[in-house]
């Protein structure tokens, strides 16, 4: 199981994701504004394109660096998210599938030795 950080403005948007990335075995943690994040996290999922959400990928990033990133929209240049660790694209509308499929290649990756 891994510890999946959610990074999303929209309410009921937030709530799908929780449930989804739950359904697939992980532990989803949603990232409030202004909120701490916690000490382990294997994969940050965000759309990017709100202010809420690049300040948590600012803070994420600076706590892991090698983090890896899911991104669920265009990916703005002053995040900073190019060659800083492990970035996936996963435009938005997608299937519940998809995001299985995301999160495992990225989880994958990670896990293997180089």
Request: with cysteine; net charge negative.
């Given at each position: 199981?891994?510890?999946?950080?959610?990074?999303?403005?929209?309410?009921?948007?937030?709530?799908?994701?929780?449930?989804?990335?739950?359904?697939?075995?992980?532990?989803?943690?949603?990232?409030?504004?202004?909120?701490?994040?916690?000490?382990?996290?294997?994969?940050?999922?965000?759309?990017?394109?709100?202010?809420?959400?690049?300040?948590?990928?600012?803070?994420?990033?600076?706590?892991?660096?090698?983090?890896?990133v899911?991104?669920?929209?265009?990916?703005?240049?002053?995040?900073?998210?190019?060659?800083r660790?492990?970035?996936?694209?996963?435009?938005?509308?997608?299937?519940?599938?998809?995001?299985?499929?995301?999160?495992?290649?990225?989880?994958?990756?990670?896990?293997?030795?180089?």
């Open positions: 199981m891994a510890s999946i950080l959610i990074s999303e403005v929209e309410r009921d948007v937030r709530r799908l994701l929780t449930t989804l990335v739950e359904r697939q075995g992980h532990e989803a943690v949603v990232l409030e504004r202004g909120g701490a994040v916690p000490a382990r996290a294997d994969a940050l999922l965000v759309d990017p394109v709100s202010t809420m959400s690049a300040e948590h990928v600012r803070l994420v990033r600076a706590l892991f660096p090698d983090l890896p899911v991104c669920m929209g265009p990916l703005p240049f002053e995040l900073g998210l190019i060659g660790g492990p970035v996936s694209f996963l435009p938005k509308p997608f299937a519940p599938e998809a995001l299985e499929a995301a999160l495992a290649r990225t989880l994958e990756v990670c896990a293997s030795p180089i």
